[in-house]
């Protein structure tokens, strides 16, 4: 049982530059969320998938996208890098009330730390 | 709009002696509330919640919380520190109405636990 699995763990991107950073959970949960973290500014929701087939924005959505591949999946791609979006950016999960485990709380994956020049 | 604050960026604490991190919350109706833990290089790790009954909830790594409903607060504690305990603890809230709820993170708490 892995849990929530992200990569790349480290990237590193010119300006203008296109990349994909892929999540996966292997805990039947339904929802999944990308974050970033940023030193000072705790963490800012950018998409977030409450099921299978769904994607809404966060709170700092511009300049990126998502997709939910499946139950386990969801992507977040950066069409055109820009320094801005040099931070930490972390996947999580969660299930539903009466699930059991990860019914409210949030599993986090390690983290990819992305470096834009 | 909810909210959480976390009044304290650092909190130093000699090992041995009891801890506590403050959280303070605004949101509409009761309260789902969190602690999460971060070490250095890691995602954030689950300790506890209060979702509803006993104020007082015990989580991780003797880690407790209480929920105060008339001060809106959650403070994080435990009894005895250790160094190991040094990391960034966040605080999080979300509303409890139905789908999907917005979840709220504190900017951190730096705990520091001196030998």
């Known amino acids: 049982n892995a849990g929530v699995t992200q990569t790349p763990k480290f990237q590193v991107l010119k300006t203008g530059q296109s990349m994909t950073l892929q999540c996966a959970q292997d805990?039947?949960?339904?929802?999944m969320y990308w974050y970033r973290q940023d030193p000072g500014m705790g963490l800012r929701l950018i998409y977030y998938?409450?099921?299978?087939?769904?994607?809404d924005k966060g709170e700092v959505p511009n300049g990126y996208n998502v997709s939910r591949l499946n139950k386990r999946e969801f992507s977040l791609r950066l069409e055109s890098a820009a320094p801005s979006q040099t931070s930490v950016y972390f996947c999580?999960?969660?299930?539903?009330?009466?699930?059991?485990?990860?019914?409210?709380?949030?599993?986090f994956g390690p983290g990819t730390r992305l470096t834009v020049t | 709009a909810q909210s959480v604050a976390q009044p304290e960026d650092q909190v130093n604490v000699a090992e041995g002696n009891p801890l506590t991190v403050k959280c303070t919350y605004s949101?509409?109706?009761?309260?789902?509330l969190f602690w999460y833990v971060q070490y250095p290089n890691r995602g954030l790790q689950f300790l506890l919640k209060?979702?509803?009954?006993?104020?007082l909830v015990k989580g991780s790594y003797g880690f407790e919380a209480e929920f105060n409903k008339s001060q809106t607060s959650f403070h994080l504690k435990k009894p005895s520190a250790l160094v190991s305990d040094s990391a960034l603890y966040f605080c999080?809230?979300?509303?409890?109405?139905?789908?999907?709820?917005?979840?709220?993170f504190g900017i951190g708490t730096k705990l520091q636990v001196i030998p």
């Open positions: 209060y979702i509803t009954g006993d104020n």
């Open positions: 999080a809230v979300r509303a409890p109405l139905g789908g999907y709820q917005k979840v709220t």
């Open positions: 949101v509409s109706g009761n309260p789902y």
């Open positions: 999580a999960s969660s299930g539903q009330p009466g699930q059991g485990f990860g019914a409210y709380e949030q599993y």
């Open positions: 998938s409450a099921s299978e087939g769904t994607t």
């Open positions: 805990m039947n949960h339904n929802s």
